[in-house]
């Protein structure tokens, strides 16, 4: 089979894609992703062709910006404009060039990213089965309406009505674990699971050298796959406790976080794999790709949640029992140590981490879902 893959301009929206892609590629059949061209790296590293459609993220939140009057990365920014650009931008500045990358590479199946929207479209219009892969849980009723209107002027300029509820496939796969699911949300769509699995290198490429794991406790400290300004006030604060840090500053420059030399391993990024390899606890923002990491590593995690979708999954993860979610505005880097103190201490935490570790691994790897996509769509 071809499969062709569709996702935002985003590294945190392509990763998540790879174990399946990668699972696809293993069974003998042909990938390609379709995204902007600054996404070639990780594609291209991956061995995958990638077919540049639609513009970067960048220039989306310029030009809703002009559209809409409203900057996305700014205090709390209206669903209404956060659909558009997701489900209006995209489309209009990138649909015709992937409709034109999938007239030449002609796929049996399309998968794409439950918040890419020109995926779906593209296989629309084409008349050409799709599969969405879930990597948040729900995104909630009100979201889910703002991007089907916006969507829907872009759906009819192709003769077509959008589906009645979006994401839309035939089938959609789900990352999420049982015990992190939305009880309320509803979809009508079939599903099926699939483990989450903590972002790797592809094969053949060198670890990077890490310190040796000590006596102390090891904490991870990632608060955003974005450079965050309140990363350097946290680590200082915790680098004040009896532990061993590491953190991944999101690409800021690590010289920037005010830490003594050598009181931390700091990294710009390296794969969730490596760095959750012998970790403790962690502290996290509470994004899809940091949770089910920790979870499937079963580290309990103190989560500083940025968004409201964020906190409901946070939440959730203190509904387990596997870590502690701290829901004010901007809390204190001392309210963060002192909910790290009572997760590193109270063996409860811990266990529950456990728990939904076992979750994740009961869950269907990704060569499963592979080998069941391939029997019902080819």
Known sequence: ????????????????????????????????????????????SEGYELLPAGVTTAEALEEVLRRTGVHLLGPEPSVEAIAECFAGVRIDLGIADALAA????????????HLDFVGPLVAAVRGVPSVVVAIDPDLGEVFLGALREAARPRYAAHALEVPARVPHADLMVDLCPPSLQDVNASTPLDRIALRPEP???????????????????????GLSTVADGGLGPLLRELSALDIDLVATTGGAPAADLGLEPGRAEVFTFLPAAELLKDVTAAVHHGGSGATFGAAAHGVPVVVVAGTDGQAAQAERIAGTGAGLALLTEDPSPEAVCAALMRVLHEPSFAAAAGRLREEIED???????????VKMFA
């Open 363 to 373: 869950m269907p790897a990704a060569s499963e879902v592979a080998e069941r996509l």
């Open 102 to 113: 999938a007239e030449a590479w002609k796929p049996d199946l399309v998968v794409f990213e």
């Open 199 to 221: 972002h790797r290198d592809p094969e053949g490429i060198p670890l990077v050298g890490r310190a040796p794991a000590g006596p102390r406790p090891r904490v991870l400290v």
């Open 1 to 44: 089979m071809r499969i062709l893959f569709f996702h935002n301009p985003i590294v945190g929206h392509v990763l998540p894609l790879l174990p399946l892609a990668r699972a696809f590629g293993a069974a003998g059949h042909t990938v390609a992703f379709v995204s902007s061209e600054d996404m070639k790296a990780p594609v291209n």
